[in-house]
């Protein structure tokens, strides 16, 4: 399969070559990160048994659309799903989502050591190009690092930071211009974080707070250094910590507990799953780690709010923008593909023990 991973990428350059661009709007959606935007990657490398679906919904770690989904429904864009490409087939003329589930933000997967990380995910892109010039109408996402810390077991922000900076450069470098790169939510709050005591979920709290003022401070030297680059601001941290701080008001009546709740401790994105949750519209949060759909939600609105302001307010993509937002929630995947068709999957979740 990695051979097919890597194959793939040297096939694509004619899809991610520059397209008319339609004035104020981005005429494609490229997408890296890890199991937060995995529209069905994992899923369909893992030839359909990761994460199972249902109760997950069609390939997502959620009950339903994802915010990637959302976003791209919002600006009329629907990425190819890299592991649907076609060598030699129809021209994904939308763009591609590169997202594997249990990526960090260097070139490990936490769940399965065939699946790339963030970085293989840029350099599939880059190969993909042919040597052609990327894109510069097109919106380019970055969201990860937060399995670095729960299934990598980083404690030095230095590292994630860095990786994500090498990957804005990067795609800089090949012709992308506008990014759009969100910060972790507070990964102490997680089901998973807050399952393992107190001292684990401060400790974990501690970490996405240094993590996120070093990627504040590496993406605002990235927008001085790099002439005409446009970072968007996002910041998930404080729009997650608003909804958990202020749960009413956002229609949610639970923010701590999971949702979907497996009995496996090998694999819980397989059965068994105690009772599915009647109302999974009042949780934040769908399984020990991943937002309900409704949460993702809150994410596509918010980021959507942040590309329109962003539009309003810089005519000239070069203006020097002070970037804020940043960095990555994966709130990983931890999983483990088979190594044959009918083998079990194994995952990881005992990251933080």
Same mark, same amino acid.
């Given at each position: 399969m990695k051979k097919q991973i890597v194959a793939t990428g040297f096939v694509l350059f004619s899809f991610m070559l520059p397209l008319k661009a339609t004035a104020a709007t981005f005429n494609q959606l490229f997408v890296f990160g890890d199991s937060l935007s995995d529209t069905g990657n994992v899923f369909t490398f893992s030839e359909g048994t990761v994460p199972q679906s249902p109760p997950y919904f069609n390939g997502r770690f959620s009950n339903g659309p994802i915010w990637v989904d959302q976003l791209g429904s919002k600006l009329g864009l629907t990425p190819t799903l890299y592991a649907n490409l076609i060598p030699g087939g129809p021209r994904p003329t939308e763009g591609i989502n590169f997202a594997f589930g249990g990526a960090t933000t260097g070139r490990q997967n936490v769940g399965d050591p065939i699946l790339p990380g963030l970085q293989t995910e840029i350099d599939l892109f880059k190969g993909g190009l042919g040597g052609q010039p990327a894109n510069k109408d097109a919106l380019y996402i970055l969201w990860a690092g937060a399995n670095d810390y729960l299934g990598g077991k980083v404690t030095n922000p230095a590292g994630p930071v860095g990786n994500l900076s090498k990957a804005v450069t990067e795609l800089y470098q090949?012709?992308?211009?506008? +990014?759009?790169?969100?910060?972790? $939510?507070?990964?102490?709050?997680?089901?998973?974080?807050?399952?393992?005591?107190?001292? &684990?979920?401060?400790?974990?709290? /501690? !970490?996405?707070?240094?993590?996120?003022?070093?990627? =504040?401070?590496?993406?605002?030297?990235?927008?001085?250094?790099?002439?005409?680059?446009?970072?968007? $601001?996002?910041?998930?941290?404080?729009?997650?910590?608003?909804?958990? =701080?202020?749960?009413?008001?956002?229609? +949610?009546?639970?923010?701590?507990?999971?949702?979907? &709740?497996?009995?496996?401790?090998?694999?819980? +994105? &397989?059965?068994?799953?105690?009772? /599915?949750? $009647?109302?999974?519209?009042?949780? !934040?949060?769908?399984?020990? !780690?991943? #937002?309900?759909?409704?949460?993702?939600? !809150?994410?596509?609105?918010?980021?959507?709010?942040?590309?329109?302001?962003?539009? %309003?307010?810089?005519?000239? $993509?070069?203006?020097?923008?002070?970037?804020?937002?940043?960095?990555?929630?994966?709130?990983? =995947?931890?999983?483990?593909? #088979?190594? %044959?068709?009918?083998? #079990?999957?194994? &995952? %990881?979740?005992?990251?933080?023990?």
């Open positions: 090949t012709g992308a211009r506008n +990014f759009l790169v969100a910060n972790l $939510p507070d990964l102490g709050k997680t089901p998973l974080a807050l399952s393992q005591g107190i001292g &684990v979920s401060q400790g974990l709290n /501690q !970490l996405t707070g240094a993590h996120n003022q070093g990627l =504040s401070g590496a993406l605002n030297e990235l927008s001085k250094t790099l002439n005409g680059i446009n970072l968007i $601001p996002f910041d998930v941290n404080s729009l997650f910590n608003n909804a958990i =701080s202020n749960r009413g008001d956002f229609g +949610f009546t639970n923010v701590t507990d999971a949702c979907l &709740v497996s009995l496996n401790q090998s694999n819980p +994105f &397989v059965e068994p799953f105690l009772p /599915q949750c $009647p109302d999974p519209e009042n949780y !934040l949060f769908w399984d020990f !780690l991943h #937002p309900t759909t409704k949460a993702h939600q !809150l994410v596509a609105d918010a980021a959507f709010n942040a590309i329109e302001d962003n539009q %309003k307010s810089v005519p000239e $993509p070069s203006a020097g923008l002070g970037i804020l937002a940043l960095g990555a929630l994966g709130a990983g =995947s931890m999983l483990k593909r #088979p190594v %044959k068709k009918a083998s #079990p999957v194994k &995952v %990881k979740v005992d990251a933080l023990r």
